[in-house]
């Protein structure tokens, strides 16, 4: 079960999903390590041994499969949770059979990705869903980061005016 103070790993090729998660799992208050490949997690979890790892299925040019038999048998105390954008019901069996509690597809919410540690179904029910300015907050913070910072260019991209993306991101999360 996942609360608070867990510590998780996250590992994906993906450097801007990585860091957008990453801050998302730590204003919820978790310590997060991220690496980008398989020996750089391997690195991670002889450090850390995080409690939670998120293991994204292709991981350059290995496996996140491969990572899991490894973090199996070497951390079995860690629980892992197979993330990928690239789901088949065979690496789904896979994943299980190796160890994950839980194979999702992306884009996963992290309030998903938290109950999928916990072995919860992944239907919400009305009292889950996530407030508003939370969801909006996460996604002006995703595509800020993949426009590099440029202000202009995710306002662009999110279809809206500048000056009110700069509102939103001056005001913060909370309303």
Same mark, same amino acid.
Request: net charge negative; charged share 25%.
């Given at each position: 079960?996942?609360? %608070? ?14 860091? %957008? =998660?990453? &801050?998302? =799992?730590?204003?919820? &208050? ?10 750089? $997690? ?24 491969? =990572?899991?038999?490894?973090? *199996? ?26 160890? $994950?509690?839980?194979?999702? *597809?992306?884009?996963? &919410? ?34 800020? =980061?993949?426009?590099? &910072?440029? %202000?202009?260019?995710? $306002? ?17 999360? *909370?309303?």
């Amino acid at each position: 079960m996942v609360d %608070v103070l867990d510590t998780i790993l996250i590992v994906d090729d993906d450097k801007t999903h990585c860091a %957008v =998660l990453a &801050g998302a =799992l730590r204003r919820r &208050g978790h310590v997060v390590y991220v690496a980008h490949n398989y020996d750089d $997690a391997l690195a991670e979890l002889a450090a850390w041994h995080p409690d939670c790892a998120v293991i994204d299925l292709r991981l350059g040019s290995d496996s996140g499969l491969k =990572l899991l038999d490894t973090l *199996t048998s070497e951390y079995p105390d860690t629980t892992s949770v197979v993330l990928t954008g690239y789901g088949s019901i065979a690496t789904a069996v896979d994943a299980i059979k190796k160890g $994950a509690v839980q194979y999702l *597809t992306k884009p996963v &919410g992290v309030d998903e990705l938290l109950k999928a540690f916990q072995g919860l179904a992944e239907a919400d029910t009305p009292g889950d869903v996530a407030p508003l300015d939370l969801v909006e907050w996460e996604h002006l913070q995703r595509v800020l =980061l993949e426009c590099e &910072g440029n %202000v202009s260019e995710a $306002a662009r991209r999110l279809q809206m005016h500048r000056r009110t993306l700069q509102r939103k991101l001056a005001r913060g999360r *909370t309303r």
